[in-house]
């Protein structure tokens, strides 16, 4: 006859349960948080819709604006939302008290960048099909298609350390502002979802530089069937930049 053992035994999750579980319930609340949604999905189908049958009379072909719009969901949820989100956990204390946890500061860290992941993924997925089923053709390529993934990854990294730094640097009141501000400034002005090429010439070259026109370039011309090698270089400078300056600046408080 096999005894059971009821006695308690206290300790931690092992390291990686622990992180996956944590991912998990960060993904879930980012799904269901009606501004998330709003921004990673709503907005962009409305676009894609939209695009479909205005967008060539606006200048602005439907194979140059589904790209465009994959730029602007990475956009959305790696930047805006994350500050937002992250400045309100740090106002009610929640990076406070999970920080002491077995969960540590690293794990938390860790999760939360699953969690982008596993959203972020989703979300260009869904808006992928859709595109397609409007009619969107990418002609893609081997090397086209390498490139555009690691400046996509390159520049996601960038988005999301520039939002860990607004979001654990200011008041969560200016975050929400600025973030939005933010947002919506480079949603036309940064080349998210117009080519470089057509905004004026003379700040050609500094729109170029910004980590917006890195990913939508990359998108734009992975959809073209084309490299462009200097939005990797971009994307990859912003990644390496941003990463520093949250990892010095980010405080866990208010």
Not at 74 to 82: E, K, N, V
Not at 84 to 93: D, H, K, L, N, P
Not at 202 to 214: E, F, G, H, Q, S
């Amino acid at each position: 006859m096999t005894l059971l053992d009821h006695s308690p035994a206290p300790g931690a999750a092992p390291a990686g349960r622990r992180i996956r579980s944590h991912a998990l319930t960060e993904a879930k609340l980012l799904v269901r948080n009606g501004e998330q949604l709003l921004l990673a999905l709503v907005i962009p189908i409305a676009f894609l819709v939209g695009g479909k049958w205005f967008g060539h009379g606006l200048g602005l072909p439907f194979d140059t604006l589904a790209p465009s719009v994959l730029a602007l969901a990475l956009w959305s949820t790696c930047f805006t939302s994350l500050a937002i989100t992250v400045s309100f956990e740090r106002r009610y204390g929640v990076l406070e008290r999970l920080s002491p946890t077995p969960l540590g500061r690293g794990g938390l860290l860790l999760g939360k960048a699953l969690a982008l992941l596993l959203v972020t993924a989703g979300q260009l997925v869904i808006l992928s099909v859709v595109a397609v089923a409007l009619g969107w053709r990418p002609v893609g390529g081997a090397l086209p298609t390498l490139v555009m993934v690691v400046t996509v990854v390159l520049g996601g990294t960038a988005f999301a350390a520039l939002g860990m730094l607004l979001g654990g640097t200011l008041r969560s009141e200016v975050t929400l502002g600025l973030a939005n501000l933010v947002y919506l400034v480079l949603l036309m002005g940064g080349a998210i979802m117009l080519p470089v090429a057509s905004y004026p010439e003379a700040i050609r070259p500094v729109i170029a530089l910004l980590p917006t026109a890195a990913v939508g370039e990359a998108l734009r011309a992975w959809s073209d069937g084309t490299v462009s090698w200097q939005s990797l270089i971009v994307g990859l400078v912003w990644s390496v930049l941003g990463a520093l300056a949250a990892r010095k600046a980010f405080r866990w408080t208010s």
